[in-house]
């Protein structure tokens, strides 16, 4: 008993099962420091105040009386929830120390300053709301923290003022809607050593990604100066993304994401101490806030605490501009992907999207169409009108109850880990943060079509589009021989499939990465002097800035956006294939019209195999292959499996394999596998002869029918007549499969054929083929049909 009438506690004797005592944010502060520690999570030392500790300064000011007396004024209706606010806290703020609580938190005070010899010294003031049975009884943000204190009358009034915060506005009416009774609800103040992070850097991070819920992947975000700036969204701070798995082996840096935020101003200590907010320098700006060693040590410490709690944990972080030591300043468990139903899996698509009018980042992957509601401050959320898309610079609590009741919500400022983003995740709506100037190019009453389906980018186009929303129960689905496999082009919305049963990825074109992330034509990068169009050139130093060089942006860019297919299904392999753009489409990526012949049959032309030896090229499908190595070497994805497009002789596959093997991807060298494409039918005629080069085929049914059939692909005229089961062309599959396997070759499919009909997949499986690789959308029904032509 004498343990809970303490009235101060170190963190150093808290655990995590002190909730009722210290609050849920102070119980796991103490619980990191009195027990990881060891294990290398650094958290500032400090100390709490008891919730005995507020209930005995509330006995000894007598305030019991007089509060009940007032918030029972304000549930009756007598008096508005302004003014019994206000009173509250009066009541709370205008009350004495008791002495013994006073010397205890002076004390405490005193000695964290003795650790280091300082006198006053700075610390943070945070408040912590304890209610008996819950974790934690405040929604995000709800009391106040006050940052630099520094002095000991300082702390005591700090410490007073956290107290009158369990009255504001917000969380009185939070309590009321929640049911919780006010009087059983106390406040902890937790005090910790302050993290010089005005002259460093800090942020948030998710021990999982908070948009897919996908569980190994480690999401942060950072921004200069304190942290205030990154959780409310004033800020569009740095995003990086770490995989999990991967942080055990010191050799890896598994990075699968590095985007620059805008960080347009920092938070710094002011003359007085109080914190205020600063533009940013240019160099700030265009500065990543961690290094890749600082990134692989959060994702680190957030595995850790992870694995501690046992359960997905949202995290606060700062690093100290002095020392440079990162710090770990809160932790609590992740609320939203952890409460969803693990059951379906839930997709939209937008149909005939009008104009884009504006793009930021997603939060979530729904989409929804309605009518722009624009709210400039807090003081005008009366305007809002029900059911409409939120427009706004950021939020915080008190916008709660117009984002509960908006369809979705628009942005200017914030990343996905601000409030706004926060809040919209766990009200289940799609919003898009960090636009920018949405509040300008939007206007009250337009109609907009709010869409997070597309990946990381959220888009808002003109008009109400119709949404097209689709279900897959993920129970029971079947288990069948035929491995059933995914083609995916969008690394950005990739790791949202991870719940999908797949035994990999049969088919990551290349060029769509390209095309997507990178979007400089790789010879430009090669060779930038031979670029001749200046606007082309200018674009390109402003992409590449920052970059050690004009092929490194190349590298990092397309293995990055390569890693994020390669993660979502480790350890299943991922086989991506080498560039297959045709020469008019080489010739539109950014400097690309150098380095490309104009030609009649581009769909016949240089593409594939035959340009990666040739001079035209090579240098830069040397670009693709260091983005190769890098992804499995470096970036530790052994799953990645190479395929080469297009190779019209096997005496072609020899010199690209050769040309491989100069950049360090030699087959069958530390694991690695390469396949070919079968789509051109002297693949089929000569299946021999490229079963021996190579460990695999994956049938191309688009270019393969085309050039059966003599049929361009993409003409209207002859579509009727471009049929993946016409019998010469079901001929060429039953023949590629047989003799592959004749010669010990596996063999895929991984054209569109079964994506559009899925009933396709029974002449496959009847033909004994290895895998069927299609698009996302008919997984569950292709999945379905194996198992049925299995079962005949
Ligand atoms: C194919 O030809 O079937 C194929 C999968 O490749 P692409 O569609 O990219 O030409
Ligand atoms: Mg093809």
């Given at each position: 008993?004498?343990?809970t ?28 420091i009195?027990t ?9 030392a400090?100390?709490?105040?008891t ?5 005995a ?34 009541l709370?703020l ?29 610390v ?8 008996e049975?819950?974790?934690d ?30 009255y ?11 049911g ?36 190994d992947?480690?999401?942060i975000?950072?921004a200069?100066g304190?942290g ?7 800020v ?5 993304q ?23 101003i ?10 205020r ?15 890749d060693g ?11 605490i992870?694995?501690?709690y ?13 020392t440079?030591t ?23 698509a ?33 305007r809002?009108?029900?059911?409409s ?15 509960k009741?908006?369809?979705?919500i ?5 990343g ?11 009200l ?5 943060v ?14 907009v ?14 008009g ?33 499939w ?6 990999g ?34 674009e ?7 970059y ?15 890693s994020?297919?390669?993660?979502f ?16 489409e ?10 490309e012949?104009?030609e ?9 195999a ?15 292959c ?12 052994d ?12 005496e ?15 087959r ?16 089929v ?35 009727p ?11 060429m599959?039953?023949?590629v499969i047989?003799?592959?396997?004749k010669?010990?070759?596996?063999v ?13 997949a029974?002449?496959?499986v009847?033909?004994g ?6 698009t ?13 032509a299995?079962?005949?």
């Amino acid at each position: 008993m004498a343990e809970t009438r303490k009235l101060v506690i170190n963190f150093a004797e808290v655990k995590r099962g002190d909730v009722g005592t210290v609050g849920g944010k102070n119980a796991s502060l103490g619980e990191m420091i009195s027990t990881l520690a060891p294990k290398g999570i650094l958290v500032p030392a400090g100390f709490a105040t008891t919730a005995d500790a507020f209930r005995a300064y509330l006995t000894h000011n007598n305030l019991n009386a007089e509060m009940a007396k007032h918030l029972d004024a304000l549930a009756t209706g007598k008096i508005t929830l302004n003014s019994a606010g206000e009173r509250v806290r009066d009541l709370i703020l205008g009350g004495d120390w008791p002495k013994d609580t006073a010397d205890a938190i002076l004390s405490e005070y005193r000695a964290l300053g003795d650790t280091t010899g300082e006198k006053n010294v700075p610390v943070a003031v945070r408040s912590s709301a304890t209610a008996e049975d819950l974790p934690d009884a405040s929604f995000a943000g709800q009391q106040e923290t006050f940052l630099n204190v520094i002095g000991e009358a300082a702390l005591l009034d700090a410490c007073k003022r956290c107290y009158a915060s369990l009255y504001t506005d917000r969380a009185i009416s939070y309590r009321t809607i929640q049911g919780f009774a006010h009087d059983q609800v106390a406040l902890s103040v937790g005090v910790q050593r302050m993290v010089r992070a005005d002259t460093g850097g800090s942020g948030v991070m998710f021990s999982i990604d908070t948009e897919s819920g996908f569980p190994d992947a480690v999401l942060i975000n950072a921004a200069w100066g304190l942290g205030e700036n990154v959780v409310q969204g004033a800020v569009d701070p740095d995003e990086y993304q770490v995989f999990k798995p991967f942080l055990k082996n010191p050799k890896l840096t598994p990075i699968l994401e590095k985007r620059l935020g805008a960080k347009e101003i920092k938070m710094i200590h002011g003359r007085d101490g109080t914190p205020r907010n600063v533009p940013t320098s240019k160099a700030e700006r265009k500065q990543f806030v961690l290094n890749d060693g600082e990134i692989l040590s959060l994702a680190r410490q957030a595995a850790i605490i992870e694995d501690h709690y046992g359960q997905p944990m949202d995290m606060e972080w700062a690093r100290d501009g002095v020392t440079g030591t990162l710090y770990i300043v809160q932790a609590r468990p992740e609320t939203v992907q952890s409460r969803l139903d693990m059951g379906t899996l839930k997709s939209y698509a937008v149909e005939n999207p009008g104009r884009e009018l504006l793009t930021g980042l997603s939060v979530g992957s729904a989409a929804v169409a309605g009518r722009v509601s624009i709210i400039e401050s807090a003081g005008d959320i009366d305007r809002f009108v029900d059911g409409s898309v939120l427009v706004t610079g950021t939020t915080d609590p008190d916008w709660v109850p117009i984002m509960k009741r908006a369809a979705a919500i628009v942005t200017d400022h914030g990343g996905r880990t601000s409030h706004a983003a926060i809040v919209s995740r766990e009200l289940g709506l799609p919003a898009i943060v960090g636009c920018g100037n949405a509040t300008h190019i939007l206007h009250d009453e337009q109609d907009v079509t709010v869409s997070c389906a597309g990946g990381e980018e959220g888009v808002v186009t003109e008009g109400l589009s119709e949404i097209k929303v689709t279900e897959e129960a993920l129970e029971k689905l079947p288990d069948t021989r035929t491995k059933v496999m995914l083609n995916l082009a969008n690394p950005s919305a990739a790791l949202r499939w991870w719940r999908l049963p797949v035994e990999g990825v049969g088919l990551a074109r290349m060029e769509f990465v390209v095309n997507g992330a990178v979007r400089v034509h790789p010879m430009a990068l090669a060779h930038l002097d031979r670029v001749t169009d200046p606007a082309a050139r200018e674009e390109i130093e402003k992409l590449t800035a920052g970059y050690d060089s004009k092929p490194e942006y190349f590298v990092d860019k397309l293995s990055r956006g390569l890693s994020r297919i390669a993660a979502f299904c480790y350890p299943k392999p991922v086989i991506v294939r080498m560039s297959d753009f045709k020469t008019n489409e080489y010739a539109d990526l950014l400097g690309g019209r150098d380095f490309e012949p104009k030609e009649e049959n581009p769909m016949l032309g240089f593409r594939g195999a035959s340009r990666y030896y040739s001079d035209n090229y090579r240098d830069g499908f040397a670009l693709e292959c260091q983005a190769i190595a890098r992804l499995r070497n470096q970036m530790g994805f052994d799953n990645v499996v190479m395929m080469i497009p297009f190779c019209r002789t096997p005496e072609e596959a020899d010199k690209v394999l050769a040309v491989m093997a100069e950049h360090g991807l030699k087959r069958g060298q530390d694991g690695l596998e390469v396949y070919v494409m079968c789509e051109i039918p002297a693949n089929v005629i000569r299946a021999a002869e490229f079963a021996e080069r190579f460990d695999g085929f994956s049938i191309g049914s688009n270019d393969l029918t085309q050039l059966t059939l003599g049929i361009d692909r993409d003409s209207d005229e002859l579509a009727p007549l471009f049929r993946e089961d016409d019998p010469a062309v079901l001929w060429m599959i039953e023949t590629v499969i047989r003799e592959a396997h004749k010669a010990g070759s596996k063999v895929g499919f991984c054209g569109q054929a079964p994506s559009n009909d899925p009933a396709y997949a029974k002449y496959l499986v009847e033909y004994g083929i290895d895998s069927i690789s299609v698009t996302p959308d008919s997984f569950v029904q292709v999945l379905r049909n194996v198992e049925t032509a299995e079962s005949d």
